[in-house]
């Protein structure tokens, strides 16, 4: 009896896990497999990575900013910039 080996083959991307936060800047997931046809044995394993994260949420925190008025000479100048917090309890 002659045996073939099949090479292992990438599954689809499963969906993306929820953010890590609502605001601020997160991450999130997603994972593949890789998967062997049954009755045929085991090749070489897929090439490349089983999990993908990208950044997620993004956009600053509602009621996260400090207003900031400095004079410069004869003017008045305002900066508006975001304050440091921890978002993961957000």
Known sequence: ???FKVNGIWSTWSNYT??????????RARLRK????PGFQQGDACVGHNNETQQCNINMCPG???????????KLVCYVKPRQYDNSRV
């Open 18 to 27: 929820r953010c890590t936060v609502t605001c601020g800047g997160g991450t």
């Open 64 to 74: 996260r900013l400090i207003l900031q008025v400095c004079q410069q000479g004869n």
């Open 1 to 3: 009896m002659f045996f």
């Open 34 to 37: 890789c998967e062997y046809t």
